[in-house]
T-cell receptor
Framework: GDSVTQMEGPVTLSEEAFLTINCTYT??????LFWYVQYPGEGLQLLLK?????DKGSNKGFEATYRKETTSFHLEKGSVQVSDSAVYFC??????????????FGQGTILTVHP | DADVTQTPRNRITKTGKRIMLECSQT?????MYWYRQDPGLGLRLIYY???????NKGEISDGYSVSRQAQAKFSLSLESAIPNQTALYFC???????????FGDGTRLSIL
């Protein structure tokens, strides 16, 4: 079956540091990939997405590139802010087939950014 | 107002009680989902519904049931709650199955 694996957390950084959160996946087909963010006390919000190989998703300074050859979708940001402190989830789904519409999530990575 | 509203936001109850969590949405989406979140496990799908007459089990449906009362309403029930159902529960919606899902703010459920 499908699975998503994220780097172990928590991740603690100083403001303006470079961020990488690793995400790799195992998939039986050609999924769409997502990063969601969860701020304290809130639900998940879509951060960015990519629907096919070599696509780059970007939003709010965050980027991730869909790498089919390494089955990865690593999240990066060049300069983090305190307001980026949250839990980040990598996820995949399919546009068809028996897994259509089902999101498979990674376990989440807690990011804390200090001033 | 929130596009996806969950009630209650917090609930503490006892083992054996029947509990209903409610979700309503104003986004006009056909597809609705229930997840539970546990520390270190991410979110796991309990049930999902692609329209009012189409309800499907997710990966962890045992001990749960759902009702899709209307396009905008999707309720999750625990018929006889047990402590290991203590978790954060999320409702989500999407326009198409492969498109991004929109989440409510969650219900924190504690079963003593």
């Amino acid at each position: 079956g499908d699975s998503v694996t994220q780097m172990e957390g928590p991740v603690t950084l100083s403001e303006e540091a470079f961020l990488t959160i690793n995400c790799t996946y195992t998939a039986t087909g050609y999924p769409s990939l997502f990063w969601y963010v969860q701020y304290p006390g809130e639900g998940l919000q879509l951060l960015l997405k990519a629907t096919k190989a070599d696509d780059k998703g970007s939003n709010k300074g965050f980027e991730a590139t869909y790498r089919k050859e390494t089955t990865s979708f690593h999240l990066e940001k060049g300069s983090v802010q305190v307001s980026d402190s949250a839990v980040y989830f990598c996820a995949l789904t399919y546009a068809g087939g028996t897994s259509y519409g089902k999101l498979t999530f990674g376990q989440g990575t807690i990011l804390t950014v200090h001033p | 107002d929130a596009d996806v509203t969950q009630t209650p936001r917090n609930r503490i109850t006892k083992t054996g009680k029947r509990i209903m969590l409610e979700c309503s949405q104003t986004k006009g989406h056909d597809r609705m989902y229930w997840y539970r979140q546990d520390p270190g496990l991410g979110l796991r799908l309990i049930y999902y519904s692609f329209d009012v007459k189409d309800i499907n089990k997710g990966e962890i449906s045992d001990g749960y049931s759902v009702s899709r009362q209307a396009q905008a309403k999707f309720s999750l029930s625990l018929e006889s709650a047990i402590p290991n159902q203590t978790a954060l529960y999320f409702c989500a919606t999407s326009r198409q199955g492969w498109q991004p899902q929109h989440f409510g703010d969650g219900t924190r459920l504690s079963i003593l």
